[in-house]
């Protein structure tokens, strides 16, 4: 499995902008940060520990293997996340259990909610 940092990231790490400082880790797909997609689904479920968000990101597009493979994910700062897909910042304080999905209209509630874990 690459590290992260062997990862060809759509955005240079020295062109990150602080958007949404200090919000804590989450997880994100490469479909964002290595392939250039908007978040089209993202959701907040409870954090492992005080340096998690419990945030999500996804594009939504990602296939069951896709998803299984590790090796398509990593943890990044929420702000990093913010700089790909500056839409994601007026929903960070949405509660646990919230997600959003993106419609013609943009990210909209997900009347599911957050997948149970």
Same mark, same amino acid.
């Given at each position: 499995?690459?590290?992260?940092?062997?990862?060809?990231?759509?955005?240079?790490?020295?062109?990150?902008?602080?958007?949404?400082?200090?919000?804590?880790?989450?997880?994100?797909?490469?479909?964002?940060? =290595?392939?250039?997609?908007?978040?089209?689904?993202?959701?907040?479920?409870?954090?492992?520990?005080?340096?998690?968000?419990?945030?999500?990101?996804?594009?939504?597009?990602?296939?069951?293997?896709?998803?299984?493979?590790?090796?398509?994910?990593?943890?990044?700062?929420?702000?990093?996340?913010?700089?790909?897909?500056?839409?994601?910042? *007026?929903?960070?304080?949405?509660?646990?259990?919230?997600?959003?999905?993106?419609?013609?209209?943009?990210? =909209? *509630?997900?009347?599911?909610?957050?997948?149970?874990?």
């Amino acid at each position: 499995m690459p590290t992260p940092s062997a990862k060809p990231f759509r955005i240079p790490a020295d062109q990150i902008r602080p958007l949404a400082p200090g919000r804590g880790g989450a997880i994100c797909t490469d479909r964002i940060t =290595v392939d250039g997609c908007r978040v089209g689904y993202l959701y907040r479920t409870a954090p492992y520990n005080e340096h998690d968000s419990g945030w999500a990101f996804l594009a939504g597009d990602e296939s069951d293997a896709y998803m299984e493979d590790l090796a398509h994910h990593g943890v990044y700062d929420v702000n990093t996340i913010a700089n790909y897909d500056p839409e994601i910042i *007026p929903l960070l304080d949405a509660p646990i259990g919230s997600a959003f999905i993106r419609t013609d209209a943009g990210l =909209v *509630p997900d009347p599911a909610g957050a997948p149970q874990e």
